[in-house]
């Protein structure tokens, strides 16, 4: 274990606590040292979950006993971290907070979103917002991390060549993206129970989702972005269908240029597009388990209206593999360590 | 509504209280008088049951308000039924109660599978068995009616005629059981939560079901029944693949006599056995909604094992269902009233 | 028999054929007389159609042999209708055909969207398209009556009252559709080989859908309509979420005002927009087997955005239950008749 | 890539193929040489593997074209390396081939099961059975492997320490494997198309499946086995519930005992048992791109009836896991190389 970093994860019993521990314990230079939840103490890791059944013997001790480490995840429900933000400050160097607590720098703009004011808005400013392909330099210099959202994340990766490129301005996005149960996490409730949910196509927030906030926040707030996000039958994954109408008519050829140009360094994230098969477009059943964002696009005959599409995992690319890639960024080790599954096919 | 019996159901906000109201809504000689749910008091029955938006603008009401009617369905869970009811025998002159307290008739093996002395012992020997396929004469004559368990209903009639023709004596059964996630309930539970529940394979309960009581009450207990249920990626429906090992070898065309006498009249029991096709066998898919109970066989080469094969709608055949077409039975209608629907397909 | 009405299908071992079969089975005013088939000549319909295993023993007789009747229903892939028009109308009086030969009444619209000129142009205007809620009058007065494209109609459906206001006018409509597996056909083909479409979130047609041209035809050109259509984990169903940006701000009372006027007095259009529940908005796995369309909206906090959602069952009120009403209009019955199936619950 | 293995796969397209692609990929002492596909020729591997689009930029060569390498991987249908053997072994020192072709050692019982002598009956003692849990210290010394059956290998270790206690012995086991849609393989049916395939309790094979010859090959004939295979809406994976009627009462320690001894030290077997939680007993989905077969048990009370459940992912442990596991002992490399992935969870 010499030589690796100790690494404790808060809130470890939920969805993204158990890929965080996934990923790590099968990360080269980490060594897990604690995992924390209130309702499971004494219990194995296995218990919440169980695919990593004979991959640890690790248990979990009660939040109050954590110690010092060397980095600290943070996967508690939004408002946790932001209450205890001195106190786990106070235990590890580095932080890496998967919940919405510190996504926004700006804390009228929390507010407004979140319905109340930030419980510790001068820490807004310490956190850099999680996202690799647009923080990388910041991250590089960071100690203290935010979480991204899932569906900002996909939303944001699919447009980002659009919005440094200058095209969004004045125009008008509507994100309509399809998600899995996963998203909603790992307590049952009336809307997850399995007969009810299994087959729906739900209409879960036709307007009005938070995440809107960390799109512009990103992108830029020069032009309208409409979000509504409709739950189906998956477990993993999410698709955004992300149409654009921009003030330039763009062509096939144009959005190729653009993409490849953004995209064709990044490890993590692919223009799927494809003329013939039955994957032509990106595809989030592939990327289960995966840190991969797979990014395609149309143009509509006329030009008049571009359609990106993106797919992620939502438990990887969308929460705990962007926190292992930041933290890689962040500790200047290879970018894609501990992140190298490819995904399943069929699955 | 002239001429239409006055029924009422007690216990109506879950799966089965549901069924009961849809096809007592569209049923031919039915008018509906209350729904009770402790729940959901003053809330309309579309509330628990989205389906019937247009169909009924019933409300429910309390428990306590039922008031007198001619047939009184109990849709309560286990338990209830048996604790009240010297008090519902007061308000109707017939009760069918799809709960499992009145369908064995011995006070030890109730006693023995369900874990307590019956609270109502007297009663038991005044319910007939709502398995009309079984005991249709009996209850023609009757006024008290049990429920059915699903499982037990189609491992019932997938064994009848080999039970019937005295062929099971000394042998033994193997009912290894399929089955959806309704047979859990309206409640959502840890393990029904969407994420754990899809496309889980869960060995529900390998051994020890209770419904191994109503079958060898109805079939007779001079065979060996072993049950297994796995709850596999499917809303409504069961699947019984049942092994017979028996003391007498049996070819395919013994069967096909056997199987062709006990059914040939049976309205909602049919012969599925193709040579051809997608669908050779009983498919619980295709019973969705419907009354019928699939039934199919196959007979190993050597004649060593015969594999009986059932199907049916857990939440119909097996719950609603069945109690609607004992009620028809009950009061001398055309057994098939308000059952006809066939089913869909693809679906 | 007598006292109904004699209807055929050519083309009957399809989906949509199956649908037809399973309606009309049951309908009050019919007597099927043929179904046809090239592939299953001499087979049971219910071969193709397994829910119709004890509804029926016809069998499929060959298009050749097709005899004269009141009325043919036509559910070929299209192309074909077109092709025999003359032929199909020397046969009967009265033609519904559920393919996409008949519904666009301008030549030079068909040869945009489908690629060659009409084979059939002077046979165009006598056809109605057979949508009852916008041509209600004109089906009562129609001999020949087309189909109706599935997304199409959803669509339709759920912009019609904005229509009808003028509030579409100068607008632009983002429709993003999400459909389920039967849209496809009764036919194999990789892209439906459940180990690669179980599960999918598959961009089907991201731009360019033909159903626009219908849905344009219906409600007028005066807007501008975007249309993308997104495979999803669902046989049966289809849900549009219709992004609205309008030159008028809508608030969700004008909504309410405008959707109850529209639909209040439809017999299979519902709107269904609830506060709290798990079914707030339209959900089309309630919908299977049914005729219905419901309709439910959301407008953005500022009223930039209106989002109409809709959802319907593609085999039904986006085929063989709309050509069954428009049917029943026809012929002056009650419009609701042999389709009457509320849906299930859970399913 | 000096001091790698050079492997090469034949009949690459499919499913297996493309499994044992990735894994080969990502394993440590591979190098991948060729992969060959006649239908594929000339297009990358991801065209068929979608998952592993940025992994390999690898085309498929004609067969034909397949030069020397050290390793063969053979995963061509059965039939065809029992035909081309010789040339194959003309091309590599070792080979594993995944097909049924070199599973049975004994051309009679070949004959009885697949209808036709064995095209190359004197190949068949070379090849050692796959399975390492069986065959270790055979395998590390065989040049020539063969795949194993999925629902042999499901069966075989959940049977495996009853056999080698000498428990199973004038006893029956009946084996109800309840199977994903990619047992099938990559090519579509009519059985396959996903309207009929999605949500299926098929009734796939009720007696008379093949893998029964493997199954009594590697546990001993001194039993009555039955195998019944249902498949169930799932893609990966397979469950067996394996209901022991033996001689010998056994009770739950025993059992554990038994398993614990036979499997304590196997890298790629776990016990499965909980009190509580909701994966109490081996659960397939969790399985998925893993190479672990988990195995638990149940005891009927009065002991009559042992069950043993078991499972699998069918692409990995029931294919290309144990082919590469099996590979690694061949070469004396560490078992579990490349072959580390935990699953995932939720999934």
Partial sequence: MTNKLDVSIVGGSGYVGGELLRLLLFHPHIHVKQITSVSQVGKFAHNAHPNLRSATDIQFTHPD???SCDLLFLAQPHGYSAKNIEHFAGLAERIIDTSADFRLNDTDTYARWYGEPHPAPDWLNKFVYGLPERYRAELAQANYVS???????????ALAPLAQAGLLAGGRV???IKVGSSEGGARPNEGSHHPERSGAVRSFKPTGHRHQAEIQQTLGADFDLFMSVTSIELIRGALVTAH???????????LWKLYRKA?????????????TGIFRYPEPKLLAGTNYCDVGFEVEEDGRRVVIIGAIDNLMKGAAGS?????????GWDETAGLEFPGLHPV
């Fill in 65 to 67: 006993t954590l110690e």
């Fill in 147 to 157: 979480g991204v959202g899932c569906n900002a994340t996909v939303t944001n990766l």
């Fill in 174 to 176: 509507i994100a309509d």
């Fill in 244 to 254: 654009c109408l921009l003030n330039e008519s763009l062509t096939e050829k144009d």
């Fill in 263 to 275: 995209y064709k360094t990044e490890p993590f994230v692919r223009i799927v597009k494809q003329k």
């Fill in 323 to 331: 926190a292992v890639q930041a933290m890689n960024v962040m500790l």
